[in-house]
T-cell receptor, first 114, second 113 residues
Framework: DAKTTQPNSMESNEEEPVHLPCNHS???????IHWYRQLPSQGPEYVIH???SNVNNRMASLAIAEDRKSSTLILHRATLRDAAVYYC???????????????FGTGTRLTIIP | NAGVTQTPKFQVLKTGQSMTLQCAQD?????MSWYRQDPGMGLRLIHY???????DQGEVPNGYNVSRSTTEDFPLRLLSAAPSQTSVYFC????????????FGPGTRLLVL
C-alpha cells in the first residue's frame, strides 16, 4: 500500500485558516485521497476525499498537487471543535470487493488556540 | 438512523476471561470491520466482513473471532483475554467502493487486568 507522511502536530489560532499537509509520493494512478479526523474520545469521522481535482464540502477543502504526490486539507476558519487528529489515507487501488480497509498512520494532532 | 452503535462503552476483564463486543448498524451496509487503537497509534484492522456469512482477517486477527449472521450485526469475540488486548475497539461500516465513506462507532474501551 502506498504510504502517507504527515506532521505529528500543528497549532492554529481560532478563527484562522488551517492547512494540513500530506505527502504521498508513491501514490498510484487510481488511489483516492481520503481524510478522516478523530475528535477526542470518539471514533474517526470522514472529512473529504478526492482523486485529482480540488474538492470542497461543508467541512473543508482538499487541494491536490498536480502530480498528486501531495495534498493539503484546508479548514477555512478553525474553531475549537476542530481540535482533533487528522488522518490522510490512500484508498487501496486494487478495488477488489472487500478490500475496503483504511490504513491509518499516526496522523496530525491539531491544536486550536483560543 | 442510529448509525453504528457499539456496546459496551467500557469493560474490565481479567486475564483468561471471554467476552463479546457488540456492533450494529442500521444503514444496510454490506461492509463492516473492527479496528483496535492503542495509545498514541493509528487504528489497525482486526477482521472485516463483506456481507452476511463472509468474514476475513485483517492486520491483527490473533486472539479474536468474528461472525456475520445478519447484515446489521458484526460481533467481535475475545476467547481468552490477555493484557495485550487492552485497547479501544472501533467498529465501522460502509457501502463497498473506493469513494465510499466509512462510518465509525463510538468505540469500546477494554481493560484487561
Amino acid at each position: 500500500d502506498a504510504k502517507t507522511t504527515q506532521p505529528n502536530s500543528m497549532e492554529s489560532n481560532e478563527e484562522e485558516p488551517v492547512h494540513l499537509p500530506c505527502n504521498h509520493s508513491t501514490i498510484s494512478g487510481t488511489d483516492y485521497i481520503h481524510w478522516y479526523r478523530q475528535l477526542p474520545s470518539q471514533g474517526p469521522e470522514y472529512v473529504i476525499h478526492g482523486l485529482t481535482s480540488n474538492v470542497n464540502n461543508r467541512m473543508a477543502s482538499l487541494a491536490i498537487a498536480e502530480d498528486r504526490k501531495s495534498s493539503t486539507l484546508i479548514l477555512h476558519r478553525a474553531t475549537l471543535r476542530d481540535a482533533a487528529v487528522y488522518y490522510c489515507i490512500l484508498r487501496d487501488r486494487l478495488g477488489d470487493f472487500g478490500n475496503e480497509k483504511l490504513t491509518f498512520g499516526t496522523g496530525t494532532r491539531l491544536t486550536i488556540i483560543p | 438512523n442510529a448509525g453504528v452503535t457499539q456496546t459496551p462503552k467500557f469493560q474490565v476483564l481479567k486475564t483468561g476471561q471471554s467476552m463479546t463486543l457488540q456492533c450494529a448498524q442500521d444503514m444496510n451496509h454490506e461492509y463492516m470491520s473492527w479496528y483496535r487503537q492503542d495509545p498514541g497509534m493509528g487504528l489497525r484492522l482486526i477482521h472485516y466482513s463483506v456481507g452476511a456469512g463472509i468474514t476475513d482477517q485483517g492486520e491483527v486477527p490473533n486472539g479474536y473471532n468474528v461472525s456475520r449472521s445478519t447484515t446489521e450485526d458484526f460481533p467481535l469475540r475475545l476467547l481468552s483475554a490477555a493484557p495485550s488486548q487492552t485497547s479501544v475497539y472501533f467498529c465501522a461500516s460502509s457501502v463497498p467502493g473506493q469513494q465510499e465513506t466509512q462510518y465509525f462507532g463510538p468505540g469500546t474501551r477494554l481493560l484487561v487486568l
